[in-house]
């Protein structure tokens, strides 16, 4: 079983990422022109390091970031890292349930504990794109290299969600039935309060640096690298236990209704193109770009549906005729 549940990994997500390498480094250059298309056309990375995504340690080599082969992959390496170890975790969770959890708490602070030391000790500022061009060059290389890309400093949200995943499978557990009804319902005010501090803080937290141009102080900064995406997935966490215990309101049903169930399977593919629409948009501008409130929202519709429509081709022609291919394989075994 365990090596089904890795087969069944590797098998769902690589035939997509190796064609979208494949056109990325072959026929996507034919697609555009202008004077900035050459900076599409000069990618040697692919060449030189594709196996590495198809080994999914794209994260880790090679060891400069702008090195690279479709820079956007570092996801799925973090991704198939943390699967490759989650069984471990799971494991330790239904043996000894107690000790699950504290192995959880560990790492989880773990997490924000090693990303603090990598900050202080390279001296890294906040590295979003909004403030790069107030910070050196070296900085922002150091925050990609040592931070952005590295499953240390980004598994807080997989903890989360290996921890929500496990209350909800052990509900009789931590069943909140036997509480009164005002407990309860206290209870879930205040963790869907806690849950708006925790998604606004982390989406918001930047806004007035990122209109001033400024950086924000090195504890400050700190602070917020090394908890912004952790504090996301516990927001997020609770959504999704509100959500399912029954307490999510307006929100469970827009988040559970039927339109979003055909989105979500062209998704994956959705991440994996969505540069392709961004690039050939901007590498074939002729004319300077100017932001506005309604032309961000043009483009920005204009992207996302470029990005499904390619993603559909994706979906049709390459996943859906392999994850048939599993399934007969697996069929024929049995």
């Given at each position: 079983p365990l090596a089904k549940f890795y087969f069944h990994r590797y098998w769902r997500l690589t035939p997509s990422y190796l064609f979208v390498i494949m056109f990325w480094t072959t026929l996507y250059n034919f697609f555009g022109s202008g004077p900035f298309w050459f900076i599409q056309q000069d990618e040697p990375n692919c060449q030189k390091y594709w196996w590495t995504n198809m080994l999914y340690i794209n994260n880790f080599y090679p060891t400069n970031a702008k090195d690279e082969c479709v820079s956007w992959g570092w996801y799925l390496a973090c991704d198939m890292q943390f699967y490759i170890f989650s069984p471990i975790v799971i494991s330790v969770l239904y043996k000894y349930p107690r000790r699950g959890m504290a192995l959880l708490l560990a790492l989880f602070l773990a997490n924000i504990g090693v990303t603090v030391c990598l900050a202080w000790y390279y001296h890294i500022q906040i590295g979003d794109f909004i403030t790069m061009d107030v910070q050196p060059k070296s900085h922002i290389d150091d925050f990609m290299?040592?931070?952005?890309?590295?499953?240390?400093?980004?598994?807080?949200?997989?903890?989360?969600?290996?921890?929500?995943?496990?209350?909800?499978?052990?509900?009789?557990?931590?069943?909140?039935?036997?509480?009164?009804?005002?407990?309860?319902?206290?209870?879930?005010?205040?963790?869907?309060c806690v849950a708006f501090i925790c998604l606004g803080s982390t989406l918001y937290g930047l806004y007035s640096f990122a209109h001033s141009h400024t950086l924000m102080g090195e504890v400050a900064s700190i602070v917020y690298m090394s908890t912004s995406r952790s504090v996301w997935g516990l927001g997020l966490g609770w959504l999704v236990y509100a959500?399912?215990?029954?307490?999510?309101?307006?929100?469970?049903?827009?988040?559970?209704?039927?339109?979003?169930?055909?989105?979500?399977r062209l998704s994956y593919n959705v991440y994996l193109v969505h540069i392709f629409a961004i690039r050939l948009y901007l590498y074939t501008l002729n004319v300077p770009f100017y932001y506005n409130d309604v032309t961000m929202v043009i483009l920005y519709l204009g992207i996302v549906f470029a990005s499904f429509l390619a993603s559909y081709i994706v979906t049709v022609a390459v996943e859906m005729p392999f994850f048939e291919m599993e399934k007969v394989f697996f069929s024929r075994r049995k």
């Open positions: 290299d040592k931070i952005y890309f590295k499953p240390w400093t980004r598994c807080g949200p997989y903890i989360v969600g290996l921890a929500v995943g496990y209350i909800l499978r052990r509900k009789e557990t931590f069943s909140l039935d036997l509480m009164p009804r005002m407990v309860k319902l206290i209870f879930y005010l205040f963790g869907w959500c399912h215990t029954g307490y999510g309101g307006y929100i469970n049903s827009i988040l559970s209704a039927s339109f979003w169930t055909p989105l979500s």
